[in-house]
């Protein structure tokens, strides 16, 4: 990564839209920098840390968690961390737990995801699925006993369906059973859940009557290792691809990405420094982590609203999915 750290030109003149501020810490001292939850979108962030760790010389110090959205949250709303890593918006109860504690907070898309549900390339029965087979296979009502393929569709095989998913915390999780079930949370419970990706991809590739969904990014680093499934929408199956989530073919598990910035903390020159360095230098990581960046003007949008402290959220609490970007940056935040 040694070649991103040619970035002082970008971020001199972001900081046009920003403001001069004062500089980092001192050199003698070492400050901290707290973030957790998504393990989606730890995978951007973590790249984002180390590469202004690096700019800094060791002056700043950046610790990256992976406690799920949900787990996060908890965190960030109890004031225990500096930045929110999400998959999803936050949620109204959420939003009571940081309003109980006097959390105000900037919400700032950072890039869009593809989800994607694989199986393991032995399996040589699914190239595609409905939405409708999905919710057959993952709805509550599936629990104990949807155990088999064929239940979900005679011309497969009569084989064990061993499923992989996202832990409750995870924003992944509330996206998708929202996404295909209809709800948020609703999800049978006699599946294989982790927090960490790479648990779902592993238990994928090892059995061929496996089948789960993760970021596009942890499909898109073991694609040997996995196979896509193509959600078939109005216009047939369509595979996750950063082209097909620009189109808008690719639904409904197309979403945006989030970082959520402590106010209070966002007034500390290392985190107000580090937002700006994640929103000029991050759109330029996301193609090695395998997201999909927003339009440059999003970004100039979302580096405006940092600037005029305008804090709050665009969507209310509720979940929603399929939602354009351009949508998103039109709702102007509330508390």
């Not at 995978?43 to 968690?65: C, M």
């Not at 965190?75 to 936050?90: H, N, V, Y």
């Not at 395998?290 to 209310?316: A, S």
Request: with cysteine.
């Amino acid at each position: 990564m040694g070649t991103r750290l040619v970035w002082c030109v970008a971020i001199i003149g972001f900081w046009g839209v920003f403001g001069s501020g004062s500089r980092l810490a001192h050199a003698d001292q070492t400050a901290l920098i707290k973030v957790d939850g998504s393990s989606t979108v730890y995978l951007l962030t973590e790249a984002v840390a180390e590469e202004f760790q690096k700019a800094n010389r060791g002056s700043i110090r950046v610790t990256v968690g992976i406690s799920g959205t949900g787990g996060g949250f908890k965190k960030f709303c109890r004031g225990e961390t500096d930045i929110a890593d999400a998959s999803r918006p936050i949620l109204k109860e959420e939003m009571d737990l940081c309003q109980k504690n006097g959390i105000a907070y900037y919400e700032l898309p950072i890039a869009f995801d593809a989800m994607t549900v694989a199986v393991s390339p032995k399996n040589t029965w699914i190239t595609s699925m409905t939405v409708g087979e999905l919710k057959k296979m993952w709805e509550p009502a599936a629990q104990n006993k949807i155990t088999r393929w064929n239940q979900i569709n005679s011309e497969w095989p009569d084989a064990p369906l061993v499923l992989f998913g996202p832990g409750s915390d995870s924003g992944t999780f509330d996206y998708f059973t929202d996404a295909v079930v209809g709800k948020a949370k609703a999800s049978r419970g006699d599946y294989t859940a982790s927090e960490d990706d790479n648990v779902i991809v592993q238990g994928i590739e090892s059995n061929k009557n496996a089948l789960g969904y993760m970021g596009f990014a942890y499909y898109a680093a073991q694609m040997k290792k996995l196979k896509a499934v193509a959600i078939v929408g109005k216009g047939g199956p369509v595979l996750p691809s950063a082209e097909n989530v620009i189109n808008g073919t690719y639904q409904p598990l197309s979403r945006p990405l989030f970082i959520y910035v402590n106010e209070s903390a966002a007034k500390r020159t290392e985190v107000k420094d580090f937002v700006a360095y994640y929103l000029t230098e991050g759109p330029k990581l996301i193609a090695e982590v395998r997201y999909i960046p927003l339009p440059e003007q999003v970004y100039n949008k979302v580096g405006e609203r940092f600037k005029k402290g305008d804090v709050g959220t665009g969507f209310g609490g509720v979940p929603e999915v399929g939602l354009a970007v351009d949508e998103i940056m039109s709702r102007p935040p509330k508390r």
